[in-house]
């Protein structure tokens, strides 16, 4: 799917970006811990998110994201949001909280980000 | 072997809202340099890893970006306090960060082994009462 896509399954609304909603999107992650995405995060994806810091951001620009997804409503402030505008980035937000954001992706054909392969020999199932 | 580029950057205690300042910087000045791809992606989060340590954890220190032929280079410093267990900070899941990192969305434990895991060489060194020095290393193709 596109971003168009996405803003058109989340009921979202664009705040920054608007010029670049035919980016083609095939994976996504949610989190609101920047420290597992940093740390598990591999390509160019989306983020889903409530956390509205500009770590949100930052972490966005580290990892080359393509959009970030605001969940529940929640709007960043507006130095929050230039500073995504000055590094490409698009970002939308959505009334959906972060699980049925998730859900409606997931169903429409949006899947996870592979998790690493030496994630194989842990513990949790 | 002399750097073809060399810069550093001060890192305040407790600077939260500056915090990842200086690995924007580093990213973009690599870009400039030709560094793309794989590699520019693994510095980045790597500093930005490093950086974040040096808010939340040091008394402050310093950040170095050495460009060579071959590799990048990232060197942190800090004035202390020192890491009394190297073993168990490198634990994933293992924090000591305190609730203002955690509110931002850190201090999971991830961040030095992801700059492990990122790094090609990664070297850590510690005294309590002294400083950390951590040293990383990016091969360029």
Known sequence: MTIADMVRILNAKVLIGADKLDTPVYTACCSDLMSDVLAFVDEKTVLITGLTNPHVVRTSEMLDLKCLVFARGKIPTQDILESAEEQGLVVIATKLTAFSACGVLYENGLRGVPVPEEWDSREGG | ?141
């Open chain 2, 1 to 141: 072997m002399e750097p073809l580029f060399k810069t550093s950057y001060e890192v305040a205690r407790a600077d939260y809202t500056s915090a990842g300042r200086a690995s924007a910087d580093i990213k973009r000045r690599l870009k400039q340099l030709g560094v793309g791809g794989d590699v520019l992606r693994r510095v980045a989060v790597a500093s930005y890893e490093v950086e974040l340590n040096l808010v939340i954890h040091s008394l402050g220190g310093e950040l170095e970006l050495n460009v060579f032929p071959d590799a990048v280079q990232l060197v942190s410093a800090d004035r202390g306090p020192g890491i009394p267990d190297l073993a168990m900070a490198m634990k994933e899941g293992y924090s000591t960060a305190n609730d203002e990192a955690r509110s931002l969305g850190f201090g999971a434990g991830m961040g030095l082994p992801n700059m492990k895991r990122n790094a090609d060489e990664f070297n850590i060194e510690s005294t309590v009462g002294v400083g950390t020095t951590i040293t990383m290393r990016f091969h360029l193709a």
